[in-house]
């Protein structure tokens, strides 16, 4: 069986760290991680590094562990024997326009519940983080964990900006054969596709987790967390979907005039006009749509863990003094423990509370998307147009939609494009008004929505999730 080449961009906070678990747990059988990119987003960039070398500073130890109490599964070697370095590199700290805003107040000051000063036996050693020419942050722990020679990383080190390790990857490997799974802000895919939108089109897919269609936004009434970070990246990323992405990229965002606190600024968009590189690849026909699987909350929201069943799920391995159990433990404690206070914050008394542990449950965003990425092809997951795509777009400028994910719901007859084009809109007054193309089929972003995951997911995907992870029998 052929492995599955991926790509996982992420802005690690405790969801992404179960998210690349499951992509260990599976590495060498089905899935190879070619590169681990790192983006702002749950938190900054910096603290977003030091988290992912946390996981991998813990499954070290956890590897070594499981060797001396005899259990043939390691995270880091496959049952072959083989040593699994994924390359990592750190990509951008803020969005291509606006202000950061980070999650720091759901996954907490250093985006692991607190993890770094409860257990800063867990954190990585600095000499780690100096590899990336990154320093560490300002609330690391005095005492980190034991240092470890370079040659014995459990990762390749990338110096390289991570939208640059993504495009060489990409040329490295034939068309359609590279899915990148996108589990944070699309920044560093868009500055990708920015640089070199031909190269970017090489991928497979991008799979990405973001934003809201029939549901409620989890950062405004509107918008979900990874969109409303960088809406500007998520509709570049949308657009070059589109069959003409000019029709649907953003406008470039308005840099500051002095004296001026008012307009937005641009922080990544390229000098020329992203616009002007697009025409000219389409008209060189070098550039090809590109395939976006999109998991917006609608269906993320009903894949979920339970608190006992985590902790059911760890309790032998925490007897016998598992390092990865232990880690787990206090971090999804922390996640567990923030939603249980959001679930109160809306109860009227102390008497309507449910006890801790009872009704606890986290949502499991990011893993759903990887899963995905390695069982798209055994299983079925289903989609909003069955064997097609819908126009959903980003609103990046309104003051209070901003991040929206737009889609017309005003089912109106769509023109065909051929009929348009001999028009010119003149002949039909609904056409006429439309000048943003929503009623020209097969005009606009072309983005798969999956809606429905395979048969049984939503309740057991949780404890099916852990079973990979802690080598758990069905």
């Known amino acids: 069986m052929t492995r599955k080449k991926i790509i996982i961009d992420t802005d690690p906070g405790i969801d992404d760290v179960l998210a690349i678990l499951l992509a260990l747990a599976v590495q060498s059988e089905e899935v190879e991680i070619l590169l681990l990119s790192v983006t702002f987003g749950n938190i900054d960039v910096k603290s977003c590094l030091r988290n992912l070398l946390s996981l991998f500073f813990v499954v070290q130890k956890e590897s070594e562990w499981r060797r001396t109490h005899g259990k043939s599964h390691s995270l880091l070697v496959s049952k072959h024997g083989e040593?699994?370095?994924?390359?990592?590199?750190?990509?951008?700290?803020?969005?291509?326009?606006?202000h950061v805003h980070n999650c720091d107040e759901f996954h907490g000051v250093d985006g692991l519940g607190g993890a770094h000063s409860t257990m800063p036996e867990c954190s990585p050693p600095p000499e780690w983080c100096a590899l990336f020419n990154l320093p560490v942050p300002s609330d690391a722990p005095e005492e980190p964990g034991v240092g470890t020679l370079p040659s014995a990383l459990p990762l390749q080190v990338s110096r390289a900006p991570a939208h640059e390790e993504m495009l060489r990857i990409l040329k490295a490997h034939p068309p359609d054969t590279v899915t990148i799974v996108a589990?944070?802000?699309?920044?560093?895919?868009?500055?990708?596709?920015?640089?070199?939108?031909?190269?970017?089109?090489?991928?497979?897919?991008?799979?990405?987790?973001?934003?809201?269609?029939?549901?409620?936004?989890?950062?405004?009434?509107?918008?979900?967390?990874?969109?409303?970070?960088?809406?500007?990246?998520?509709?570049?990323?949308?657009?070059?979907?589109?069959?003409?992405?000019?029709?649907?990229?953003?406008?470039?965002?308005?840099?500051?005039?002095?004296?001026?606190?008012?307009?937005?600024?641009?922080?990544?968009?390229?000098?020329?006009?992203?616009?002007?590189?697009?025409?000219?690849?389409?008209?060189?026909?070098?550039?090809?749509?590109?395939k976006l699987t999109l998991f917006p909350l609608d269906i993320t929201t009903r894949h979920t863990l339970r608190r006992t069943d985590f902790e059911r799920a760890i309790a032998g391995d925490l007897l016998q003094g598992s390092p990865l159990a232990t880690w787990l433990l206090e971090i999804m404690t922390a996640l567990f423990d923030k939603v249980a206070s959001q679930r109160d914050r809306g109860r009227a008394s102390i008497s309507q509370r449910i006890p801790r542990g009872e009704d606890d449950v986290v949502q499991l965003h990011d893993p759903l998307c990887v899963w995905y990425a390695i069982t798209s092809e055994s299983l079925k997951w289903r989609s909003a147009v069955e064997g097609g795509t819908e126009d959903l777009r980003i609103e990046t400028k309104g003051e209070w939609a901003k991040g929206q994910l737009v889609t017309d719901r005003r089912q109106r007859p769509k023109l065909d494009s051929l009929?348009?084009?001999?028009?010119?809109?003149?002949?039909?007054?609904?056409?006429s008004r439309d000048k943003t193309t929503w009623l020209i089929e097969g005009q606009g972003n072309r983005v798969r929505r999956i809606i429905e995951s395979p048969e049984g997911q939503p309740l057991e995907f949780g404890n099916h999730l852990l079973r990979l992870i802690m080598e758990r029998d069905p």
């Open 83 to 98: 040593n699994n370095k994924p390359i990592v590199a750190v990509g951008a700290e803020q969005p291509l326009a606006d």
């Open 183 to 290: 589990i944070g802000p699309l920044t560093n895919c868009a500055m990708a596709a920015m640089e070199d939108a031909e190269s970017f089109s090489r991928c497979k897919e991008v799979v990405f987790m973001g934003g809201a269609v029939d549901v409620p936004g989890n950062t405004t009434p509107l918008a979900e967390a990874n969109v409303y970070a960088d809406p500007y990246a998520a509709a570049v990323i949308f657009a070059l979907t589109s069959s003409n992405p000019c029709s649907t990229v953003p406008l470039p965002p308005l840099h500051p005039q002095s004296g001026s606190q008012s307009r937005r600024f641009a922080n990544h968009w390229p000098e020329r006009s992203f616009r002007a590189l697009l025409d000219d690849q389409q008209r060189s026909r070098h550039l090809r749509p590109l």
């Open 419 to 431: 009929k348009a084009v001999r028009s010119g809109g003149g002949g039909d007054c609904e056409l």
